[in-house]
């Protein structure tokens, strides 16, 4: 019997603004999914990746290209700002095409009172174009900055819980499909 590779996970932090939690976030949350069985985690902090506006071809560009074509699925941490979603998560959705097709995609958001969720509705959208399977349970925080204590750590139950739900939804379905594409290409 073949040991099965684990499932490879990048989490993409979308905000790159100064004085961002997207961090703190992020990193609460690749604490969980290193916790989860069968998961490989990575962090991809669009802060220090430097996609070109332009969508043109560069270092950066290629780079990114192949850790995403390496990824089984994918978490966005995104932020909210007037309603909608991070400019820099939209610039690393256009910079790459096929590699996104087929991978499942969560979302974990947060924001004031709305927590992110708009900007995560958006971002079905747009992930859906990308022939991405956005998985139904997400994480919104809403009033972020107090949901986390100094050692980047939260107490709020409906998040944990979230969190654990969407884990599962990703790894089966970042399983699933892995297998698929394995003995049969995309059809998009």
């Known amino acids: 019997m073949t040991a099965v ?6 989490i993409i932090i979308g905000s790159v603004r100064v004085g961002r939690i997207a961090p703190v976030v992020a990193g609460w949350f690749a ?19 430097p996609l070109p506006q332009d969508l043109g071809a560069s270092p950066a ?35 790459v095409k096929h590699e996104w097709r087929s991978k499942p995609i969560g979302f974990v958001s947060y924001g004031g009172l709305a927590g992110g969720l708009r900007a995560t509705e958006q971002l079905r959208q747009v992930v859906a174009e990308l022939h991405m399977v956005s998985v139904r349970q997400s994480v919104s925080f809403h009033q972020v900055r107090k949901r986390f204590d ?4 939260t107490t709020d139950g409906a998040a944990i819980d979230s969190a654990d739900r969407m884990l599962a939804q990703l790894a089966w379905w970042a399983a699933a499909v892995r297998v698929q594409r394995g003995t049969t290409p995309y059809p998009g």
């Open 5 to 10: 590779a684990p499932v490879r996970i990048e």
């Open 31 to 49: 604490e969980r999914a290193r916790a989860y069985p069968g998961l490989d985690v990575g962090i991809i902090d669009l802060a220090d990746t």
């Open 150 to 153: 100094d050692q980047g750590q």
């Open 61 to 95: 560009t290629d780079e990114f290209r192949e850790r995403v074509g390496r990824a089984d699925g994918f978490v966005a941490v995104t932020s909210e700002y007037n309603h909608g979603y991070p400019a820099a998560l939209k610039t690393a959705f256009d910079s």
